[in-house]
């Protein structure tokens, strides 16, 4: 590692946060059937965390960034596994090891995406933004690596090195990839451009499914989000699985609402965004379409702080949403921010989430879609 990392390293964790929270990556039951860890911190700031699953074995991974803070040198993607056979009360999330890291910049927002192969074996495709440090999100460019996966339990590969496939200044990451009908990818994104007195704005990157190739920037194709000024964060989901039927929810850079727009045509052009009725505080949200066909969403059901963090659910592809349940609260000051979701491969209704936690740590949580549907009557 980079001698800014080492030096990181070297301040650690002890492991426990403030309170009674014990940062150690234990599986604890939190009630109702639900299953929560505190993953053990390699470094004293975290944040911007994904949650995927492999299709060798059910194992999940989990990446964000973590360092002395956001922006600052040293500040690395690092990687922790839980093992399928580990998912259960008293499963233990691996310690988290840095997979990419640059002396003099800082590394953010990875996005994950496993891809099997024939063989049932596959890769781990890893994206994320990086900017010199203390210099602005005006000055970010997006890397890309991978490793291979292979194995039962799951066992990755040597790495490959980082290497810049979008070079366009203030270009963000955050949300996951989408697989579009022919197989292509579609990587939503955004700019962030007002450090520089710019104007924010979303926009979505697709690689043809027919031998493209991630690590090339020439293979990536350009698609406008039309209206996007001052939102930013897509994330992108299938609202019936089999048909072309696109929608995208961002956030809103003025804290005032979640927008949406769609694509009849599996992502090729878009809609202008509008507003919906969901509030949005200037955070990060997630989306994903679960088989029986519900939406959830992972947000801050308000427009000024990051406490409390909810799951809502909608029946009706995006319309309406009924029901919410609250992942996290404490006093309305703290943070819980920036999530990911996804449905397990395999157990229908089984949800895998994860959230920054007081940008100590990051919590993983696994609930399921009876355990949100639990609280009728308290939706957005």
Request: charged share 25%; net charge negative; glycine share 8%.
């Given at each position: 590692l980079a001698a800014a990392v080492v030096a990181l390293l070297a301040a650690g964790t002890d492991g426990v946060g403030p309170g009674d929270?014990?940062?150690?990556?234990?599986l604890r039951d939190g009630g109702d059937g639900r299953l929560d860890a505190l993953l053990l911190p390699p470094f004293p700031s975290s944040h911007g965390s994904m949650v995927e699953q492999l299709g060798t074995?059910?194992?999940?991974?989990?990446?964000?960034?973590s360092g002395s803070g956001e922006g600052q040198d040293g500040v690395s993607i690092v990687l922790a596994q839980l093992p399928a056979e580990e998912v259960h009360e008293g499963g233990v999330w691996s310690n988290a090891t840095a997979i990419s890291t640059r002396p003099g910049y800082s590394n953010q927002n990875p996005v994950l995406h496993f891809e099997p192969d024939a063989t049932g074996q596959g890769w781990l495709h890893v994206f994320h933004s990086q900017q010199p440090a203390d210099q602005g999100e005006s000055n970010s460019t997006i890397w890309y690596l991978?490793?291979?996966?292979?194995?039962?339990?799951?066992?990755?590969g040597e790495w490959s090195s980082a290497t810049e496939i979008f070079s366009e200044p203030g270009s963000y990451v955050r949300n996951r990839i989408v697989q579009e009908l022919d197989g292509s990818w579609l990587l939503p994104m955004y700019y962030s451009l007002h450090g520089d007195g710019g104007t924010d704005y979303s926009h979505i990157k697709t690689l043809p499914g027919n031998g493209?190739?991630?690590?090339?920037?020439?293979?990536?194709?350009?698609?406008?989000?039309?209206?996007?000024?001052?939102?930013?964060?897509?994330?992108?989901?299938?609202v019936r699985e089999g048909e072309a039927l696109l929608t995208s929810y961002y956030r809103d850079k003025r804290s005032r609402r979640v927008y949406v727009s769609h694509?009849?045509?599996?992502?090729?052009?878009?809609?202008?965004?509008?507003?919906?009725?969901?509030?949005?505080?200037?955070?990060?949200?997630?989306a994903w379409t679960m088989r029986s066909g519900c939406i959830v969403m992972v947000l801050n059901p308000q427009t000024n702080s990051r406490d409390p963090l909810s799951i809502i659910l909608s029946k009706d592809g995006g319309r309406t949403w009924p029901y919410q349940r609250v992942l996290e609260y404490e006093d309305g000051t703290q943070e819980f921010s920036y999530p990911s979701v996804r449905e397990d491969r395999t157990l229908d209704g089984v949800i895998h989430v994860s959230y920054t936690y007081k940008r100590e740590t990051i919590k993983y949580s696994r609930i399921t879609e009876a355990w949100i549907m639990q609280q009728q009557g308290n939706g957005l």
């Open positions: 929270a014990v940062y150690d990556g234990v074995d059910g194992s999940l991974v989990m990446a964000w960034f991978k490793s291979t996966v292979d194995g039962d339990p799951a066992c990755f493209g190739d991630p690590s090339a920037p020439g293979d990536w194709i350009d698609v406008d989000l039309p209206r996007s000024d001052n939102l930013v964060q897509p994330t992108t989901v299938r694509s009849a045509d599996d992502g090729s052009t878009w809609t202008p965004a509008r507003r919906t009725t969901l509030p949005n505080n200037d955070a990060a949200i997630e």
